[in-house]
Nanobody, 126 residues
Framework: VQLQASGGGLVQPGGSLRLSCAAS????????IGWFRQAPGKEREGIIC????????ELVDSVKGRFTISRDAAKNTVYLQMNNLKPEDTGVYYC????????????????????WGQGALVTVSS
């Protein structure tokens, strides 16, 4: 499985950005695809995930109401829509995946994720 993240950039506070994670080489019927981020000087944290089979998702409190995750099965791509961005959202964003039962993606358990894409830098600053 290969994952390719894209869409990072510089955005002002309150702005929006969409990240994409293009996947290839899927073997299993269902995967959990998650987004992790690593802020400067901090540990990497999982923030949101989606189950490719049924579209169910999980997200952490810090991004609820601002971030959404979606998938386009035809394109094998997962999108992270980030709205009302804050300076504390700054960091390198990684998409990752593991084979999972539909409906059971876990956003924060990094140990579950077997496949990782390269990072996409998101900078929120005025």
């Amino acid at each position: 499985v290969q994952l390719q993240a894209s869409g990072g950039g510089l955005v002002q506070p309150g702005g929006s950005l969409r990240l994409s994670c293009a996947a290839s080489g899927f073997i299993e019927a269902n995967y959990a695809i998650g987004w992790f981020r690593q802020a400067p000087g901090k540990e990497r944290e999982g923030i949101i995930c989606i189950s490719t089979g049924d579209g169910s998702s999980e997200l952490v409190d810090s991004v609820k109401g601002r971030f959404t995750i979606s998938r386009d099965a035809a394109k094998n791509t997962v999108y992270l829509q980030m709205n009302n961005l804050k300076p504390e959202d700054t960091g390198v964003y990684y998409c990752a995946a593991y084979g999972a039962t539909p409906g059971l993606c876990q956003a924060t358990r990094e140990v579950l994720y077997d496949f990782w894409g390269q990072g996409a830098l998101v900078t929120v600053s005025s």
